[in-house]
Antibody
Framework: EVRLVESGGGLVKPGGSLRLSCAAS????????MSWVRQAPGKGLEWVGR??????????DYAAPAKGRFTISRDDSKNTLYLQMNSLKTEDTAVYYC????????????WGRGTLVTVSS | EIVLTQSPATLSLSPGERATLSCRAS??????LAWYQQKPGQAPRLLIY???KRATGIPARFSGSGSGTDFTLTISSLEPEDFAVYYC?????????FGGGTKVEIK
């Protein structure tokens, strides 16, 4: 079965840090471009950033709210994607989804169930 | 950044009725537009990509049309399981962006 499973969410104080993980199974992770998408409570979807496959450079791109504070990385030996979040703000409170274009190139057709990050004092 | 504006914000319809959802882009995205369905507590599901192609397993009652800046998602006859929130998303330019969503609710 093809799966993405996020973990690492929780409650953190403003200014704190958190690292999310996304474990992939059933797909060729090394070839996948992986993204993080978040959803604040009761709000819409917001793309956070993505990392290319290492064979295509392994480079990252971020949305403006994430630039300079968030870092996406991957460990292909563990089939795992990471999101390191620093200097967290209350507005970063959201469910964070890991996603990729598994079958349909360029679109998100495989999603995890998400992990909730709450930034509050 | 390309801004996607969805309308209406809420659509109140009865099962069996036709739903027409709109997504307008602030600049041309060619046909690089997708539609997703999201139900409460679930991750989004890809319905339509490249403006008009149905993803695997998506029923034929879902159809997409449009190009450039104006796009439409049509659900020809609403089934009970179709009541959900729908988002459009463009991949023409980075950063990728989503519309604000249209909630299709039971009238």
């Amino acid at each position: 079965e093809v799966r993405l499973v996020e973990s690492g969410g929780g409650l953190v104080k403003p200014g704190g840090s958190l690292r999310l993980s996304c474990a992939a199974s059933g797909l060729t992770f090394t070839n996948a471009w992986m993204s993080w998408v978040r959803q604040a409570p009761g709000k819409g979807l917001e793309w956070v950033g993505r990392i290319k496959s290492k064979t295509e450079g392994g480079t990252t791109d971020y949305a403006a709210p994430a630039k300079g504070r968030f870092t996406i990385s991957r460990d292909d030996s563990k089939n795992t994607l990471y999101l390191q979040m620093n200097s967290l703000k209350t507005e970063d409170t959201a469910v964070y989804y890991c996603t990729t274009d598994y079958i349909v190139s360029g679109y998100f057709d495989l999603w995890g169930r998400g992990t909730l990050v709450t930034v509050s004092s | 950044e390309i801004v996607l504006t969805q309308s209406p914000a809420t659509l109140s319809l009865s099962p069996g009725e036709r739903a027409t959802l709109s997504c307008r882009a602030s600049q041309s995205v060619s046909s690089y537009l997708a539609w997703y369905q999201q139900k409460p507590g679930q991750a989004p599901r890809l319905l339509i990509y490249d403006a008009s192609k149905r993803a695997t397993g998506i029923p034929a009652r879902f159809s997409g049309s449009g190009s450039g800046t104006d796009f439409t998602l049509t659900i020809s006859s609403l089934e009970p399981e179709d009541f959900a929130v729908y988002y459009c998303q463009q991949r023409r330019n980075w950063p990728l962006t989503f519309g604000g969503g249209t909630k299709v609710e039971i009238k």
